[in-house]
């Protein structure tokens, strides 16, 4: 799908995300947007000179978790990419220091990803936010009472972190998986509304 792939690339050229040569780990959940990061990363490495790394945290929070785990690690392998997995006590970590489980697994989730940067000798973390999480991300940041930064939204790039796919839209994603007949994971747990995020993507947006 060369319209999605070309999105892409001009929002790296644009943005000055990826020079070229370089080394990025990709965090990849299983979900269709990290699925679509690093397929359409691993199309473009040619024209950048880029070396992919693939990286899955397994929060330990769900029975299936192991089969995502399992699933990324078939993924990135058919792919030719080097794929690092790990595991963290996400529940633990949230009781232990009085956070959100969503929190935690933020906060844990980008200590392994750089942890995993810095043994691959790594200059970018890529991750899949696309541009409905930052809708998400800017009304929920409102409702909390943000000032200007926070509803400014989720920054392009941050600290070596880069979202090349803030410039689609997920069902573009989707439509770009299909398209290259990729499948994904669906973790029913951004379904449930107990979380404000969740509540925002399920019942507000639609409405």
């Known amino acids: 799908m060369p319209a999605f792939t070309e999105k892409v690339e001009h929002l790296i ?3 000055k995300l990826i020079d070229p040569g370089m ?8 979900g269709a947007d990290s699925v679509a990061l690093l397929s359409v990363l691993k199309e473009l490495a040619p024209s950048f000179s880029l070396d992919i790394y693939a990286a899955h ?17 078939r993924f990135a392998r058919s792919l030719g990419v080097p794929v690092t997995v790990g595991y963290a006590r ?11 489980i969503e929190e935690a ?3 844990a989730r980008y200590q392994f990803l750089r942890h995993v940067a810095q043994g691959a000798g790594a200059q970018r973390i890529a991750v899949g936010h696309h541009s409905g999480d930052q809708v998400e991300t800017v009304i929920f940041n409102f409702l909390r009472g943000a000032g200007s930064a926070g ?10 972190v880069i979202r090349p796919l ?16 990729l499948t994904w994971c669906t ?5 449930e509304t107990d979380y404000q995020r969740n509540r925002i993507r399920v019942e507000l947006l639609p409405y």
């Not at 945290?57 to 690690?73: I, S, T, W, Y």
């Not at 996400?90 to 959100?100: G, I, P």
């Not at 973790?187 to 379904?191: R, S």
Request: charged content about 25%.
């Open 57 to 73: 945290l397994n929060h330990l929070l769900r029975e299936e978790a192991g089969e995502d785990a399992a699933f990324v690690q």
């Open 187 to 191: 973790d029913v747990t951004n379904l």
């Open 90 to 100: 996400v529940a633990h970590l949230a009781r232990t220091h009085k956070m959100s």
């Open 151 to 160: 509803i400014a939204g989720i920054p392009v790039q941050n600290r070596g």
């Open 13 to 15: 050229r644009k943005e």
């Open 105 to 107: 697994g933020r906060w």
């Open 166 to 181: 803030l410039g689609v839209t997920r069902e573009e994603i989707e439509d770009y998986c299909c398209f290259h007949d």
């Open 23 to 30: 080394r990025v780990v990709v965090g990849v959940s299983g």
